[in-house]
């Protein structure tokens, strides 16, 4: 549904050499009845999906961990992050890409997923919308040593980790990333582990 108290005025570029950076001018209604003019920056960098694959009988699941410039800039001594096998889009549907990934970053096939929900991860700047899903995996998936892909740049460590020791991580700071979070928070939830 649109939102008719809501009239963009303007959209500059400012920068599209990784994604698109947007500056967006626009009047909203507020409730008072008065409109006001605004401007806010957008960073659209298309949508994405996040996979947490977990194994009910060894009580585990797999994370990777790779260097993520943004976190070292803002304090993370190494740059490491560890988090769930994500990816963009690139027009593929979401199912279609987080198997895709699932098998380039961790080398697992898999055939099934199960969305749990949607997500908008920083709605004051970001445009993405990721899709979250988990999978059941077993070692006779395993068909590459995934790691991601070279022309890409990526350089992925595969992590099989007890998921006890997983939320001993969110505790200790170790995994700091809120879509893995999400995503070991949903399987304690729901008593899936």
């Given at each position: 549904m649109q939102n008719t108290n809501v009239n963009i005025e303007k959209?500059?570029?400012?920068?599209?050499n990784w994604y698109t950076?947007?500056?967006?001018?626009?009047?909203?209604?507020?409730?008072?009845g008065t409109v006001e003019q605004q401007s806010r920056e957008?960073?659209?960098r298309g949508n994405g999906a996040v996979i947490l694959l977990y194994n009910k009988d060894a009580k585990?699941?797999?994370?990777?961990r790779q260097f993520r410039l943004p976190t070292y800039i803002n304090g993370n001594s190494?740059?490491?992050?560890?988090?769930?096998c994500a990816g963009l889009l690139d027009n593929d549907n979401p199912e279609e890409c987080i198997k895709r990934e699932t098998e380039e970053e961790t080398g697992y096939k898999i055939s099934h997923v199960e969305k749990i929900f949607e997500a908008?991860?920083?709605?004051?700047?970001v445009t993405e919308i990721l899709y979250f899903f988990i999978a059941e995996y077993s070692t006779d998936m395993k068909i590459t040593d995934g790691g991601g892909l070279e022309d890409?740049?990526?350089?992925?460590e595969v992590l099989e980790l007890s998921f006890e020791e997983t939320l001993k991580m969110?505790?200790?700071?170790?995994?700091?990333?809120?879509?893995?979070?999400?995503?070991l928070q949903h399987l304690r939830l729901k008593n899936i582990l």
């Amino acid at each position: 549904m649109q939102n008719t108290n809501v009239n963009i005025e303007k959209t500059e570029i400012l920068s599209d050499n990784w994604y698109t950076l947007k500056k967006v001018t626009f009047n909203i209604q507020k409730k008072d009845g008065t409109v006001e003019q605004q401007s806010r920056e957008a960073y659209d960098r298309g949508n994405g999906a996040v996979i947490l694959l977990y194994n009910k009988d060894a009580k585990t699941v797999i994370l990777t961990r790779q260097f993520r410039l943004p976190t070292y800039i803002n304090g993370n001594s190494t740059g490491m992050l560890i988090e769930a096998c994500a990816g963009l889009l690139d027009n593929d549907n979401p199912e279609e890409c987080i198997k895709r990934e699932t098998e380039e970053e961790t080398g697992y096939k898999i055939s099934h997923v199960e969305k749990i929900f949607e997500a908008y991860m920083s709605p004051g700047s970001v445009t993405e919308i990721l899709y979250f899903f988990i999978a059941e995996y077993s070692t006779d998936m395993k068909i590459t040593d995934g790691g991601g892909l070279e022309d890409e740049g990526e350089n992925i460590e595969v992590l099989e980790l007890s998921f006890e020791e997983t939320l001993k991580m969110i505790d200790s700071g170790e995994i700091k990333d809120a879509k893995t979070i999400m995503l070991l928070q949903h399987l304690r939830l729901k008593n899936i582990l």
